[in-house]
């Protein structure tokens, strides 16, 4: 049998850890230089050979187009790609490339197979980039036994303190491009965490560029040369710029030897102006901190201890900012470069079953002895919620299914409600990892389609589940409500363009109902009673309904007439031809079905729309009073509804609201309204027709 390990696959240095067979306490396993960590630099030669850490990072050094580092920070990004010998690479392919090295260093060093590891992301990683480091693992031949969180995995490590108390640890995580920050309550069996937030796009390399530009800037004011479009020269100066860096670490004053274009100069750069020149790049620490603690309702007053862990907390300007906000010293006994590589180990060789907890904790049955071992309790890092319409239909929003810091694994669902008059019987399903109520202000990290939704009368129910796994890994699920079925979903790839999610859903929904053949036929009451007052109800009605023709698109919507009191007559079966279609609304005083409500719309209906191919069928029925055979026009009207025509139900003047909502499909589509207000509810009833929607369940 093998060992397992953790990964710091870091993103300019990677570590790999174990626990130690005689210890039991994590050790770092050195590679084939005897350095605890490997340069996280990938090169590919012009023969296809490799190199990987410190000789790839050598190759980067001479300029080496070829060689390639910082690819985390593009992880899971579709549009990052790097061209080699004709050869196309993302940051997955240089990430298993740089696994498949650490793997097989690691087992000639050990001389043990590696049989499982635990990787550790960023805690801001999002869906696609943990998938992304899932895949990376896979590719390289790894065992991924689950992918951590870095600052979980550095309080693993600072478990090997062996915490006595309860403690409210901040954990501070900058790394070489990354920035996190984790707030966790560690307990002598648990490291609980509360929230965490970061920026991944912020980290050292930061740093060097802005002493790289810092030199470049002086020299030019010096010589009056540029250099900004010398590449080589760049890089050479971005590599110095980082060993500058570092000597600030230690030291009060570096001076750097510029030769350029016969121009030689000594630029120096003393501690202040580095923290002034940089000072921004701390300013954007500072509010992801400050933003942490306001979502947990925390402040610097609550933090017992800060962890540092990444190279780029050796900065001296980094530990005063810490000391000064949390009064103390940075907790000491973790190194910064290995504690995520060790925790990643504690984690990776956790029995699943319960475990003989080092610090305290008893169990019945020691399985192994682990220094540093805890139960966590992680949170999700963003809220994750999906595109649906705004309560109003008249903007996309993130609605929001899991919150941010959530307690992970989490399993959480939402109910939707969908407008099936749409020809497909689909419902998309965007993932959106963020808290902005914009949708594009997030990341939009996956695209699900629900397949086979039964059509069961305008609008169904759809509980879409979402499942937060402990690696931080989505799975979505759905399910019709109305039949409780559990619907089959597809993964889908983002679209580069989802700009719609901008417009005002009405006018983005008309443009996708085009392929859909959608027919009316609207149904007017001719009893008596609508032509008392001065014959004001049929007058008012037919303005209504010629108004509603007039804002329908006969390219999309074709339109009938139908009258009924005693008896029913199709004036005009759907047509697209609305200037017939309105002289025949206009002339509808003249026809005569009798005077009273004995006959319906409903059979008349469903016998049209029996034999017709439309995709969506409405009959639109307009009503003035109650009618003589109710109950036969609800059970007439209920076999519309099964067979996928929807039936909206108007009513005015004495006409009965119950009945209304029984020959009505749903209860959205019946209303009582009067003869003043009848145009404004056709205006909805056009809203309706003219577009799907996707609402939010209240
Ligand atoms: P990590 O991603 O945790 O390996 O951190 C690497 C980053 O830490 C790089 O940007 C390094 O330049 C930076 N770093 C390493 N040592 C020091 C140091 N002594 N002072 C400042 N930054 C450092």
Redesign the pocket.
């Given at each position: 049998m093998g060992i397992k390990v953790g990964i710091?696959l870091?993103?300019?240095?990677?570590a790999v850890a174990r626990i130690s067979p005689t210890t039991g306490r994590a050790e770092i396993i050195k590679n084939q230089y005897g350095d605890a960590?490997t340069p996280?630099v990938v090169y590919i030669g012009e023969d296809d050979s490799i190199l990987y850490g410190k000789d790839a990072k050598q190759m980067q050094e001479c300029g080496s187009e070829n060689a390639v580092a910082f690819f985390k920070r593009n992880m899971g990004n579709k549009n990052f790609s790097f061209s080699i010998n004709g050869k196309t690479y993302n940051s997955t392919d240089f990430s298993a490339i740089l696994l498949r090295n650490l793997k097989e260093d690691a087992e000639k060093q050990t001389g043990e197979k590696i049989d499982g590891a635990v990787i550790t992301v960023p805690a801001y990683f999002t869906n696609v980039e943990r998938a992304a480091t899932m895949e990376a693992g896979k590719r390289a031949g790894i065992n991924v036994i689950a992918i951590i969180n870095e600052p979980t995995a550095a309080a693993f490590a600072y478990g090997l303190n062996e915490t006595k108390s309860d403690q409210t640890i901040l954990i501070y995580?900058?790394?070489?491009?990354?920035f996190d920050v984790t707030i966790a309550k560690i307990t002598p069996d648990t490291i609980n965490v509360i929230g965490s937030d970061g920026d991944h796009q912020l980290?050292?390399?930061d740093?060097?560029d802005c002493i790289a530009q810092y030199i470049s800037e002086e020299f030019e004011k010096r010589t009056g040369i540029s250099f900004a479009d010398d590449a080589e020269m760049i890089n050479s100066i971005l590599v110095k710029s980082?060993t500058l860096?570092?000597q600030?670490?230690?030291i009060s004053k570096v001076k750097f030897p510029v030769n350029y274009g016969g121009n030689k100069e000594v630029i120096e750069l003393d501690e202040e102006t580095y923290e002034q020149i940089s000072s921004y790049l701390m300013g954007t620490t500072t509010s992801v901190i400050d933003r942490l603690f306001e979502s947990v309702h925390l402040s610097w007053n609550d933090i017992d201890g800060v962890i540092l862990?990444?190279?780029?907390t050796?900065?001296k300007m980094v530990q005063n900012y810490v000391k000064k906000m949390c009064g103390k010293e940075p907790l000491h006994g973790v190194n910064?470069?290995e504690a995520?590589a060790l925790g990643a180990a504690i984690k990776a060789n956790l029995p699943e079953r319960p475990i003989a907890f080092l610090n305290g904790a008893k169990s019945q049955e020691p399985l192994l002895t682990i220094a540093g071992a805890k139960k966590v309790i992680d949170v999700t890092a963003h809220s994750m919620g999906m595109i649906s319409q705004n309560k109003e239909g008249n903007k996309y929003i993130n609605s929001i299914i899991i919150p941010k810091n959530h307690t992970i694994p989490a399993s959480e669902n939402k109910t939707y409600k969908l407008s099936t008059r749409q020809k497909s019987n689909e419902m998309e399903i965007y993932i959106v990892q963020g808290e902005y109520p914009r949708p594009l202000d997030n990341t939009i990290s996956g695209l699900y389609v629900v397949k086979n939704i039964e059509k069961m009368g305008s609008s169904s129910e759809i509980e879409v589940t979402y499942t937060y796994t402990s690696n931080g890994i989505i799975e979505v699920t759905a399910k019709q409500k109305e039949n409780q079925k559990i619907l089959k979903i597809e993964k889908h790839d983002v679209p580069d363009d989802i700009s719609w999610t901008d417009l005002d859903p009405k006018d983005y929904m008309k443009s996708k109902v085009t392929t859909s053949e959608v027919e009316v036929i609207l149904c007017i009451d001719l009893s008596g009673s609508m032509y008392f007052d001065n014959r004001q109800p049929i007058i008012k009605a037919t303005q209504a309904m010629l108004d509603f023709v007039s804002q329908m698109d006969s390219s999309q919507v074709k339109i009938g007439l139908l009258a009924f009191a005693d008896k029913h007559k199709m004036i005009s079966v759907p047509t697209a031809n609305y200037k017939a279609l309105k002289e025949a609304i206009s002339n509808v005083q003249s026809i005569c079905v009798g005077g009273c409500n004995e006959d319906q719309p409903f059979t008349e209906g469903y016998n049209y729309f029996r034999n017709s191919d439309a995709d969506i069928k409405y009959l639109i029925v307009l009503t003035d009073g109650i009618w003589d055979n109710q109950n036969q026009a609800i059970n007439e009207a209920h076999k519309c509804h099964k067979n996928g025509i929807d039936v909206i139900a108007l009513g005015f003047g004495t006409a009965d609201e119950a009945f209304l909502k029984e020959i009505a499909s749903s209860d959205d589509f019946a209303s009582l309204t009067n003869l003043n207000e009848l145009s404004t509810s056709f205006t909805k009833i056009a809203q309706e027709i003219g577009g799907d929607k996707l609402q939010t369940w209240n």
């Open positions: 710091d870091g993103t300019t240095f990677s960590t996280s995580d900058l790394g070489g491009g990354t980290g050292g390399k740093w060097d980082e860096k570092k600030l670490s230690n862990v990444g190279g780029s050796r900065m910064v470069d995520v």
